[in-house]
């Protein structure tokens, strides 16, 4: 098959970051398919679908998560994928949570995976499928921190009252903004790689409690921080989720990163980030997202 004259990215999961992602690259000049399990709107395709897409695609970027039975795209789409002609790069949008428990400690992109809680498992089980199902092609591994944007941040939760500010000194937390994550996506888009795996740290430069998130948030909108609330106290009404994320504490280091892809981020800590979302910024919102033909 003639490989298509323009590049197609196909995106397995086009929900809040593959989204954003879709309108980076359409900025880039890509044809891009986005899935969904429960497409609705114009643009969208049946999860089930992609296969037919990867008969063309360029370029896939994975964000679903994996289940218990293990990465759903490779599970129901790993004939195609293995067939698919003109795909030459796989992005893979995986965790931090890889790294496990470091008491604090710094890892960087050359730090061995030690998972201790079992969706971080499920996860590293995934990248290593990966791994092996991208033979031939270019595969980065983008390791992503706690993920949040417009309508998805303490700003909202503090206009809506819902914000709660923990204390736990010395536990920080890595974050991204979405907008930044399409922004790597975007310049891991434009290189022209060999088929080797990259590992990626889609983290900005300042790993940060949580509290000290919250109070940013408050002073931006002029508002008092909430009451401030021991972990200890607050971990007896969390969800189990909830305190599994407390559990771990670790600062995941960019520099390799960005060195690699050549950028710097558009929100480089917190404070840049929540900015921007209480100005409504926001990348345009028109994406040209194509369906497959059937």
């Not at 897409?53 to 195609?80: M, N, S, Y």
């Not at 969706?119 to 590293?124: A, Q």
């Not at 417009?150 to 009252?161: D, H, L, N, T, W």
């Amino acid at each position: 098959m003639t490989e298509p004259t323009s590049p197609h990215l196909l995106i397995a999961g086009l929900g809040y970051t593959g989204k954003a992602v879709a309108r980076e690259a359409t900025r880039l000049g890509f044809r891009v398919t986005g899935t969904s399990r429960a497409p609705s709107g114009p643009g969208v395709i049946p999860f089930a679908a992609a296969g037919e897409a990867l008969a063309t695609a360029t370029h896939l970027l994975v964000t679903a998560a994996p289940g218990e039975a293990g990465d759903p795209v490779l599970a129901t789409h790993a004939e195609a994928l293995a067939a698919a002609p003109a795909l030459r790069w796989i992005g893979y949008l995986s965790t931090t949570g890889v790294y496990g428990d470091r008491a604090g400690a710094w890892v960087d992109e050359a730090t061995p995976p030690a998972p201790g809680q079992d969706r971080s498992r499920r996860r590293l089980e995934a990248e290593e499928a990966w791994r092996a199902a991208s033979t031939g092609r270019a595969l980065d591994i983008f390791r992503v921190g706690g993920i949040y944007g417009p309508g998805r941040s303490a700003i909202e939760e503090m206009q809506a009252g819902t914000a709660r500010r923990t204390l736990k000194p010395g536990h920080a937390f890595s974050r991204i903004h979405r907008d930044d994550i399409a922004l790597a996506v975007a310049a891991a888009l434009r290189q022209s790689l060999p088929p080797v795996t990259r590992i990626l740290h889609l983290v900005d430069d300042e790993p940060a409690e949580s509290a000290l998130v919250t109070e940013e948030a408050a002073r931006l909108l002029g508002l008092p921080p909430p009451p401030a609330i021991p972990y200890e106290e607050a971990a007896r009404t969390m969800s189990p989720m909830g305190r599994s994320f407390w559990a771990e504490n670790r600062r995941v280091a960019n520099a390799a990163t960005k060195a690699a892809l050549g950028i710097a981020w558009r929100y480089p800590t917190y404070r840049e980030g929540l900015a921007a979302i209480l100005r409504g910024e926001e990348r345009p919102a028109h994406v040209r997202v194509e369906t497959s033909r059937f």
